[in-house]
């Protein structure tokens, strides 16, 4: 099908059944999400233009400035597509067996973290933020590039455990910690063996993410200091 004729279909003639129509807005979006991150990854954010990404996806410039207006709203689709949940638990698990919640988050995010072009599209980010510090903005304020929205599904969860009792945060010298606090300190144990390798080494090959030990570890480490035993 030419571009022209995409363009047809996704404007959505009378000819165009409705089941149809939809089927080429998606396509056309996955092609442009796939292409944008190709180039970004290739040849960086600020050298990759609207038009190139347009021309690889095999979209007008018309269908494409209709659904991202700007390269910093197609970025920003791009970093959301990358962290997209599309695992067993749309939502946190219920509190109440802090054991079974932590190893299932834990999990999903060992494959959020693996999955092929984050640790490249962090990079990216690192190396391009100090000459573009609005990637900062695009991306969310608060946004860590090894976690994504990932973060906030953890917090709520554990803010959930610790309202049921089953965890407690206090620090060593026995003050009170947020979730939030906590919530990186397991993130970060399950990424400094996933990814953060990868941001320094080309050469890492990762675990791989079915493998258990790894987060095992963090939830029996995580127990054995907030777990309250209830």
């Known amino acids: 099908m030419s571009v022209a004729d995409r363009d047809r279909a996704e404007s959505g003639g009378d000819a ?3 089941g149809y129509h939809a089927q080429i807005k998606a396509e056309n979006r996955a092609r442009i999400i796939r292409a944008a991150r190709d180039l970004f990854l290739a ?28 390269k910093a709203a197609l970025f920003a689709a791009v970093t959301s597509e990358q962290w997209q949940l599309d695992v067993e638990y749309a939502e946190p698990p219920p509190p109440g067996d802090p054991r079974y919640g932590l190893d299932h988050i834990g999990r999903d995010y060992a494959c959020l973290v693996s999955r092929p072009g ?5 990079r990216l980010i690192i190396t391009e933020l100090p000459q573009m510090p ?5 991306v969310g304020t608060g946004f860590a590039i090894d976690r994504g929205p990932f973060f906030d599904r ?19 010298d026995g003050q009170p910690l947020s979730a939030s606090e906590v919530a990186e300190q397991f993130l970060g144990m399950i990424c400094s063996q996933f990814l953060w390798p990868q941001l320094v080494r080309t050469d890492f090959v990762p ?9 095992d570890e963090a939830v029996a480490l995580m127990l054995s200091r907030y777990g309250t035993g209830s």
């Open 134 to 138: 609005e990637l900062a903005d695009i």
């Open 118 to 122: 984050t640790a490249a599209l962090c």
């Open 43 to 70: 040849r960086g954010y600020d050298k990759a233009s609207l038009a190139q990404i347009a021309k690889e996806a095999r979209v007008s410039t018309g269908t494409l400035f209709k659904r991202y207006p700007s």
């Open 16 to 18: 165009c059944q409705a």
């Open 207 to 215: 675990p791989n993410p079915t493998d258990a030990a790894i987060v």
């Open 154 to 172: 953890l917090r709520d969860y554990l803010d959930a455990e610790a309202q049921a009792g089953t965890l407690d945060f206090r620090s060593a």
